[in-house]
């Protein structure tokens, strides 16, 4: 009985590796921290104005990540976030749950939130989802902001969240973490200024990626067996 080989166009591995990589090289500028990119992002975007830069607070940054976990289940059409936590939360939830120190905090100033159904790289997510019209522009380029603090996460089956606090704190001053945030036990999602990795977030958006090439690997090796 003759063999059957299985046979894949040549330029099918290249294209699968290059599908792999490709999450890995987006996220790759900041150690896997996508919330780092985005601030750089913002930064970019005030400084072409002529704006100072903002510090990137890892306290308001938690907080922020703090702020989209409450919004599950609130992403409307257009990236819209139908989800306002009460003012009290930042004090009374936010900053506790981040081990923000109470005399630290500090105004909050402005925010952005949107949503996407999927992952989006940083650059999208800021035109695309988070500054897409005057209003979140305004937000943005507000002189009195002097900190920022990103966060995002996504949920299983669910949309991701991103979340971006502005305050007019002083640098190394205010929204300052507990032990430099040694102690936050960081479950899901990322914040800007973390010195973890993001736990799920934008993961769960790689997954396919390994799923389909390590699906051809597993179909080329049996190719191979069944060869020999």
């Given at each position: ?6 046979c ?22 900041h ?9 750089e ?100 380029r ?6 920022v603090?990103?966060?995002l996460i ?23 973490l ?32 390994y799923?389909?090439t ?15």
């Amino acid at each position: 009985m003759m063999k059957k080989k299985l046979c894949f166009p040549d330029w099918i591995p290249l294209l699968l590796l290059c599908h792999l990589q490709l999450p890995t090289l987006v996220c790759s500028k900041h150690h896997g921290n996508p919330a780092n990119d985005l601030v750089e992002i913002i930064n970019q975007n005030r400084t072409a104005q002529k704006l100072e830069r903002l510090n990137d607070s890892p306290g308001l940054g938690c907080m922020a990540l703090q702020y989209v976990e409450l919004c599950k289940g609130n992403c409307s059409g257009n990236s819209a976030v139908n989800c306002k936590p009460p003012t009290d939360d930042f004090t009374e939830v936010f900053a506790p749950n981040c081990g923000v120190e109470l005399p630290t905090i500090g105004t909050i100033t402005g925010h952005i939130v949107g949503c996407q159904l999927k992952y989006t790289e940083p650059s999208l997510a800021f035109a695309n989802v988070l500054v897409k019209d005057k209003k979140s522009l305004s937000v943005l380029r507000n002189k009195s902001h002097s900190e920022v603090g990103v966060g995002l996460i996504g949920f299983h089956k669910g949309p991701f969240f991103w979340c971006v606090l502005f305050s007019n704190g002083g640098t190394n001053s205010s929204f300052v973490l507990e032990d430099r945030g040694e102690g936050i036990k960081q479950k899901k999602g990322c914040y800007s200024g973390s010195a973890f990795p993001c736990n799920a977030g934008h993961r769960s958006a790689m997954l396919f990626n390994y799923i389909i090439t390590f699906s051809y690997l597993f179909i080329s090796l049996l190719n191979q067996i069944w060869l020999t």
